[in-house]
C-alpha cells in the first residue's frame, strides 16, 4: 500500500523566517496532495492542495510544489507568524480512494 | 450547513465495553472516513465508504466495525474496548472522492480505555 513520509516531525523558525516541510509517496498512480493544518486540540482543515498535472501552486504566503517524478512534495511557508504554528500534515489521495497521512510536523513560529 | 457532526465528544470505557460513535454530514457527501489520531501522531484510516451500502477496510481496520445505510450517517463500532483505542477519532467526507477532493473533518471525538 501507500507508504508516506515527513520530514521533519518539529521545526522551530523565527517570525519572519521561511518554513518548508517535505514529503515523500510510494505509489506512482497517487494524483492528489493536500496539505492540512491542525491546531492544538482542534480538527484538521484543509490550508493547499494539488494535482498531479501541475507542478506548483500558491495562495498568499502558503505554496505547494510537486515532483511526480522523484515522488515528493512540499509545503513552503513564507513570511511565518505566530499564528502559523501548529501540526502540518501532509497526505496523498491513492488510486482505492483513501486518503494516506503523513505523520506530521509540528512547526512553532518563535515571535 | 453543521458540515460533519460527531458525538459523543468524549468517552470513557472500561476494557471489554462496546460503543457506538456517530457521524453525521448534512453537506450530501458521497465519501466518509474514519480515522483515530493517538497522542502526538498522525491520521490513521480505519475504514471508509464510498456510498450508502459500501465500506472497506483501511490501513487500521481490526477491532473496529462500520455501517452505511443513508448517506448522511457513518457510525463506527468498537467491541470489546482495549486500553490500545484510546485515542481521538476523527471523522470526514468528501464529495467525489479523497483522490481529488478536499476532506471536512468533524469535531473529533475523545476516547479513554481503562
Known amino acids: 500500500g501507500e507508504n508516506v513520509e515527513q520530514h521533519p516531525s518539529t521545526l522551530s523558525v523565527q517570525e519572519g523566517d521561511s518554513a518548508v516541510i517535505k514529503c515523500t509517496y510510494s505509489?506512482?498512480?497517487?494524483?492528489?496532495f493536500p496539505w492540512y493544518k491542525q491546531e492544538l486540540g482542534k480538527r484538521p482543515q484543509l490550508i493547499i492542495d494539488?494535482?498531479?498535472?501541475?507542478g506548483e501552486k500558491k495562495d498568499q504566503r502558503i505554496a505547494v510544489t510537486l515532483n511526480k517524478t522523484a515522488k515528493h512534495f512540499s509545503l513552503h511557508i513564507t513570511e511565518t507568524q505566530p499564528e502559523d504554528s501548529a501540526v502540518y500534515f501532509c497526505?496523498?489521495?491513492?488510486?482505492?480512494?483513501?486518503?494516506?497521512f503523513g505523520p506530521g510536523t509540528s512547526l512553532s513560529v518563535i515571535p | 450547513n453543521a458540515g460533519v457532526t460527531q458525538t459523543p465528544k468524549f468517552r470513557i470505557l472500561k476494557i471489554g465495553q462496546s460503543m457506538t460513535l456517530q457521524c453525521t454530514q448534512d453537506?450530501?457527501?458521497?465519501?466518509m472516513y474514519w480515522y483515530r489520531q493517538d497522542p502526538g501522531m498522525g491520521l490513521k484510516l480505519i475504514y471508509y465508504?464510498?456510498?450508502?451500502?459500501?465500506?472497506d477496510k483501511g490501513e487500521v481496520p481490526n477491532g473496529y466495525n462500520v455501517s452505511r445505510s443513508t448517506t448522511e450517517d457513518f457510525p463506527l463500532r468498537l467491541e470489546l474496548a482495549a486500553p490500545s483505542q484510546t485515542s481521538v477519532y476523527f471523522c470526514?467526507?468528501?464529495?467525489?472522492?479523497?483522490?481529488?477532493?478536499?476532506?471536512?473533518f468533524g469535531p473529533g471525538t475523545r476516547l479513554l480505555v481503562l
Open positions: 470526514a467526507s468528501s464529495e467525489t472522492g479523497g483522490r481529488q477532493e478536499t476532506q471536512y
Open positions: 505509489d506512482s498512480a497517487s494524483n492528489y
Open positions: 494539488i494535482r498531479s498535472n501541475v
Open positions: 497526505a496523498v489521495g491513492t488510486s482505492y480512494d483513501k486518503v494516506i
Open positions: 453537506m450530501n457527501h458521497n465519501y
Open positions: 465508504s464510498v456510498g450508502a451500502g459500501i465500506t
